[in-house]
């Protein structure tokens, strides 16, 4: 055994932080819709795209159990509201091991254990306490891990890019202020003493559709055919997303932290969204996730400019469009799956496919700022009962919203609560989208460029001059 043994450690002291680490692509399992299929039948599906990995945002049971003997690892979620409670009970972490780790593992590839979602994130309304609770947290969880003699399983925390007080240039990438000595030292002290990962949710999609004047979407969907160089560091950059990840390295290298792993948690592009959000399509959407996959599953790995050669175990948001979950169309639309298990595009999660092997993709078109006039109206398919209370709302908010579909004016005929409801919707939202009113009622409502209006009866619009 020696004699074998000791040229592989050999080989592990030159090229280990890579070697332990699987290149094989993730795939985030939400589960926040309505119609989406079993867990079994999702673990199958995850099998034929390939995945090497799933990311869930709890310890679902019936989804660990479906992954038993499956070769995929796994990575499991504490929920937000637990941490505080945790930090302060030993045998309430414990219990959480021993409810939702051991009796998976080791036949479900337990790998990761992510401590809270997003906790820094402001609209996570996330009571500032469990920042500070955090760590003492994930040493507690830590510990009932090794009580089971459980040494294989990494303990992290999600963060988006916005626990980041600046980006750019990448060099200049610092942590928040109210955030970086209590919370971030901290942490990656815990994340670098336990050879964890920082895990990132990083997203190109969002920097580009807030700038697109100043920001390439050739760059951003990792065309290569520009580049950036950070005039500090001389880092020469070709897409955006490596431009996110080193400002966290710089960020964290500020704290001390220079050598403490990336995971991408989540990233992705949405492939469809609302008429006022530009870049939403499947054209966009399956050429960033493909050159993603071909990029992170690269022989060599690449890494970043300023960690070139490392392996960023890397996990793609989202296995499907999820249906109920609210805000603007991208958050229901960033699926590789359709709820039905059909692919939304051909996608290569081995990153081995050429691009010309694909099939064509249709063509993008609002990868232009759309320019016009857009209703707010009742979406196919709404549930008739709940127009009722809508409106009601609609109507409530702002000044005279509803008066035209009051008897005797001009909307009010032909009496029709659909068109009624598509009068408040409308209304409301001509008020109210620039104070950030949405166009969705709970999935009553969608956004439409074609005039609702019938005779005399005019509806309110939302007018875009790109
Ligand atoms: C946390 O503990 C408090 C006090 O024991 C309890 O009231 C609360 O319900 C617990 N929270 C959760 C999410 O279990
Ligand atoms: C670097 O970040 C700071 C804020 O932390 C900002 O004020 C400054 O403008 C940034 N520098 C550049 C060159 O963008
Ligand atoms: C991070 O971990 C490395 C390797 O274990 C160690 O040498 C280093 O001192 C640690 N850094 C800090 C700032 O604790
Ligand atoms: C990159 O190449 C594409 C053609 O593949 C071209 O349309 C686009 O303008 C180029 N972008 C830049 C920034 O040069
Ligand atoms: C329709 O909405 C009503 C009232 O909000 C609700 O009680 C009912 O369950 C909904 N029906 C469906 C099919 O979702
Ligand atoms: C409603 O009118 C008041 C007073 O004129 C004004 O301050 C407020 O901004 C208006 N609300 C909207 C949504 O336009």
């Known amino acids: 055994m020696a004699t074998t043994l000791f040229p592989l450690f050999f080989l592990c002291l030159l090229a280990c ?89 080791p036949k479900t590839l337990i790998r990761y254990l992510l401590v809270g979602n997003e906790i820094f994130s402001f609209y996570s309304d996330q009571d500032r306490q469990t920042w500070y609770d955090l760590v003492q947290a994930m040493r507690r969880l830590k510990y009932s891990l090794k009580i089971h003699s459980i040494r294989n399983i990494k303990i992290g925390t999600t963060a988006a890019m916005d626990v980041l007080q600046s980006s750019f240039p990448p060099s200049n990438g610092t942590f928040r202020s109210d955030i970086s000595i209590p919370v971030m030292k901290p942490l990656l002290q815990f994340l670098n003493r336990t050879k964890s990962y920082f895990f ?66 989540e990233t992705g592009w949405p492939n469809a969204g609302d008429v006022d959000q530009i870049g939403a399509n499947i054209f966009n959407a ?25 392996v960023i175990p890397t996990f793609i948001f989202a296995l499907y469009n999820e249906n109920q979950k609210g805000g603007p169309g991208t958050e229901r639309h960033w699926g590789l799956l359709n709820p039905d298990g059909t692919s939304v595009y051909e996608v290569d999660l081995t990153g081995k496919r050429p691009e010309f092997d694909y099939k064509p993709l249709p063509a993008p078109l609002n990868n232009e700022p759309y320019k016009g006039k857009i209703w707010c ?58 104070f950030g009113g949405t166009c969705y009622f709970n999935g009553l409502a969608v956004q439409t460029t074609k005039d609702p209006g019938h ?12």
């Not at 920001?215 to 160089?229: E, S």
């Not at 399956?286 to 490392?310: C, D, E, F, H, Q």
């Not at 005929?413 to 409308?426: C, G, I, M, Q, T």
């Open 286 to 310: 399956a050429t960033y996730n493909r050159n993603l996959i071909r990029r992170m599953t690269s022989k060599p790995a690449i890494g970043t400019p300023a960690r070139p050669g490392v």
């Open 455 to 466: 005779g005399s009866c005019k509806y309110p619009s939302v007018t875009l001059s790109g």
């Open 17 to 105: 932080t890579n070697a332990e680490i699987s290149k094989k692509m993730g795939v985030n399992y939400g589960q926040l819709g309505n119609n989406l299929p079993s867990p079994s039948r999702s673990i199958e599906l995850i099998k034929s795209l390939k995945a090497g990995r799933v990311k869930l945002y709890d310890a679902n049971p019936d989804i660990l159990k479906a992954l038993e003997g499956t070769n995929i690892h796994v990575s499991i979620m504490v929920p937000n509201q637990l941490i505080s409670n945790i930090s302060s009970s030993q045998s309430l972490a414990n219990e959480w091991v021993r409810t939702n780790v051991v009796p998976f593992y």
């Open 200 to 265: 990132l949710d990083a997203y190109p999609y969002f920097p580009w559709s807030g700038d697109t004047t100043n920001i390439n979407l050739d760059y951003a969907l990792f065309k290569g055919n520009q580049t950036y160089t950070d005039p500090r560091s001389g880092l020469t950059y070709t897409n955006l997303l490596d431009q996110m990840l080193d400002s966290v390295i710089f960020a964290m290298t500020k704290l001390g932290f220079p050598n403490v792993r990336l995971v991408i948690a």
């Open 377 to 434: 109206v009742v979406a196919r398919g709404a549930n008739r009962t709940a127009l009722g209370s809508a409106i009601k709302y609609a109507c409530g908010q702002g000044n005279g919203t509803c008066e035209e579909i009051r008897p005797g004016s001009d909307c009010y005929e032909p009496v029709s609560l659909v068109r009624h409801a598509s009068y408040a919707f409308s209304s409301y939202w001509a008020q109210f989208r620039k």
